[in-house]
């Protein structure tokens, strides 16, 4: 059973900050990649920013310079976000790719408003 716990999301107003945690636990080998989506309602998922397991960083248009993602071993990512703006909200989905299969967290909820 692979799971991924995560965590760190929450309500915040306009140019705050949260920091956003995944880990990967179980039966889960050769991980490529891990990263973050996000799904606003009533709009298609989207990549946020991914890194891969050399330390290559990809971001989104829209949070480049705000966001930064990172990890501490192979089977955690971190995404840290600043100047949070209320188009910002949307569910963020852990994602981890493997040479086999990719997967999917839960996903928490990210809300910037005042």
């Known amino acids: 059973q692979v799971q991924l716990a995560e965590s760190g999301g929450g309500l915040v107003q306009p140019g705050g900050s949260l920091r956003l945690s995944c880990a990967a636990s179980?039966?889960?080998?050769?991980?490529?990649?891990m990263g973050w989506y996000r799904q606003a309602p009533g709009k298609q998922r989207e990549l946020v920013a991914t890194?891969?397991?050399?330390?290559?960083t990809n971001y989104a248009d829209s949070v480049k310079g705000r966001f930064t993602i990172s990890r501490d071993n192979a089977r955690t990512v971190f995404l840290q976000m600043n100047s949070l703006k209320p188009e910002d909200t949307a569910v963020y989905y852990c994602?981890?790719?493997?040479?086999?299969?990719?997967?999917w967290g839960q996903g928490t909820q990210v809300t910037v408003s005042s």
């Open positions: 179980g039966l889960i080998f050769s991980i490529s990649a």
């Open positions: 994602n981890v790719i493997t040479r086999s299969r990719n997967y």
């Open positions: 890194i891969t397991s050399g330390g290559i």
